[in-house]
């Protein structure tokens, strides 16, 4: 167990709905991150909160709407999404100095 | 920005065998080199790191090696065991507090 938990751990969605990635920690850590990892490619950041704030966001389509409501939680809200979206999303959260704890990510694949 | 390349893409020892992954990077300001290692289904986990004060780190049978002149680090597993069987992942940023740029990963099998 990481300590940090993603819902659902596999999701199915055709283009046109509207769904949301849930991600929870309770290590006391005030940053919190969305990556896409796609197949042999390198892990990509989408988003950085710190503190709840949005600190990063590394030119994501708007398709994908990030959300915090506090340092435990993060939401990662998905609509008209496109096919090539389908990857694994994981989470993670670090406190200061320290490195990434990783979450076991959520399979999405988009039809 | 920070550009981190890993070789190879796959590898495929015997057991009991040593395993040597091989990352370079670009940005000779990075200073932290952390290594995940991915088991199937699930997140990447933190296995060792190491900082560029240090040329050598090691941990059991895991060890990173890092020449900051030549800008590559590795990792190396002696007496690999079939559960070493994972993808592992290099980084490298310019201090722990700063965003991580990932290599593309390497599967690596222990074949028994």
């Known amino acids: 167990e990481t300590g940090v938990t993603q819902t659902p751990r596999h999701l199915v969605m055709g283009m046109t709905n509207k769904k949301s990635l849930k991600c929870e920690q309770h290590l006391g850590h005030n940053a919190m991150y969305w990556y896409k990892q796609s197949a042999k490619k390198p892990l990509e950041l989408m988003f950085v909160?710190?503190?709840?704030?949005?600190?990063e966001n590394n030119s994501v389509p708007s398709r994908f709407s990030p959300e915090c409501p506090n340092s435990s939680h993060l939401f990662l809200h998905l609509h008209t999404l496109q096919p090539e979206d389908s990857a694994l999303y994981l989470c993670a959260s670090k406190p200061p100095g320290s490195p990434l704890h990783f979450g076991n990510g959520t399979r999405l694949t988009v039809t | 920005g920070e550009n981190v390349e890993q070789h190879p893409s796959t590898l495929s020892v015997q057991e009991g065998d040593s395993a040597v992954i091989k990352c370079t990077y670009s940005d000779s300001a990075s200073n932290y080199f952390p290594w995940y290692k991915q088991e199937l289904g699930k997140g990447p986990q933190l296995i060792i790191d190491?900082?560029?004060?240090?040329g050598e780190k090691k941990d059991q049978r895991i060890a990173v090696t890092l020449n900051k002149t030549a800008k590559h680090f590795s990792l190396h597993i002696t007496e690999t065991q079939p559960e070493d069987s994972a993808v592992y992942f290099c980084?490298?940023?310019?201090?722990?507090?700063?965003?991580?740029?990932f290599g593309s990963g390497t599967q690596l099998t222990v074949l028994p």
């Open positions: 909160y710190n503190f709840k704030e949005q600190t």
């Open positions: 980084a490298a940023s310019r201090d722990s507090a700063r965003q991580l740029t």
């Open positions: 190491i900082r560029s004060n240090v």
